[in-house]
């Protein structure tokens, strides 16, 4: 079981290899492809630092545990209709988003994230919206 914070159900939907570290792609690519090759993987959702936080790199202010973080995650969680400490399977949390999420969502709910500029988050949205899942990260 994973254990993930709001904000982190969006970025996984946006995830296409990119990030701060090589530990933390490489982390985050495989959380990413067990869930979208085993979407009966359960999640656990959690309220601070999850399984990618673990790898965010030690280089400054670990950003985590910033103000704005948390409430990031309880917007989007509050979007979804979901409570810290629920356990789901990730196939339930897409079939959340497929019926509660829009891709322009993302303008406004991740509206302070700098990886928002890219679009790869509404798109993420849309594969869900078009039943496709998780996209292959190359």
């Given at each position: 079981?994973?254990?993930?914070?709001?904000?982190h159900?969006?970025?996984?939907?946006?995830?296409?290899?990119?990030?701060?570290?090589?530990?933390?792609?490489?982390?985050?690519?495989?959380?990413?492809?067990?869930?979208?090759?085993?979407?009966?993987?359960?999640?656990?959702?959690?309220?601070?630092p999850?399984?990618?936080?673990?790898?965010?790199?030690?280089?400054g202010?670990?950003?985590?545990?910033?103000?704005?973080?948390?409430?990031?995650?309880?917007?989007?969680?509050?979007?979804?209709?979901?409570?810290?400490?629920?356990?789901?399977?990730?196939?339930?949390?897409e079939?959340?988003?497929n019926?509660?999420?829009?891709?322009?969502?993302?303008q406004?709910?991740?509206?302070?994230?700098?990886?928002?500029?890219?679009?790869v988050?509404?798109?993420?949205?849309?594969d869900?919206?078009?039943?496709?899942?998780?996209?292959?990260?190359?």
């Amino acid at each position: 079981m994973y254990k993930l914070r709001g904000h982190h159900i969006f970025c996984l939907l946006g995830y296409r290899g990119m990030g701060y570290s090589k530990d933390y792609i490489e982390n985050m690519t495989r959380l990413h492809q067990t869930l979208r090759e085993m979407p009966k993987t359960s999640v656990q959702l959690i309220s601070g630092p999850d399984h990618l936080c673990d790898k965010y790199p030690n280089n400054g202010k670990y950003h985590c545990q910033d103000d704005h973080i948390y409430e990031r995650d309880a917007v989007i969680l509050e979007k979804l209709g979901l409570k810290i400490g629920q356990i789901l399977k990730w196939e339930e949390i897409e079939a959340i988003i497929n019926k509660r999420i829009i891709p322009s969502d993302i303008q406004t709910v991740c509206k302070s994230c700098y990886w928002r500029t890219y679009g790869v988050c509404e798109e993420g949205v849309q594969d869900i919206l078009n039943g496709k899942g998780l996209r292959k990260v190359k």
